[in-house]
């Protein structure tokens, strides 16, 4: 197989995947998460330190 033929075959395969998240697509998914630490922060009981 040349190197053509293996870059070529590379970037079909990589087409068929899932596309990979982008930058501005990771918002909504890190805005939940800090959300559901809040919420579960905000449910345990507050302890003592010493």
């Known amino acids: 197989m040349s190197r053509k033929s293996k870059f070529i075959a590379s970037v079909i395969a990589t087409s068929k995947e899932e596309l990979p998240v982008l930058p501005f697509q990771r918002g909504a998914a ?13 449910n345990q009981p507050v302890r003592k330190r010493a």
Request: charged share 45%; no cysteine.
């Open 30 to 42: 890190r805005k939940a998460m800090f959300d559901r630490i809040k919420a579960k922060a905000a």
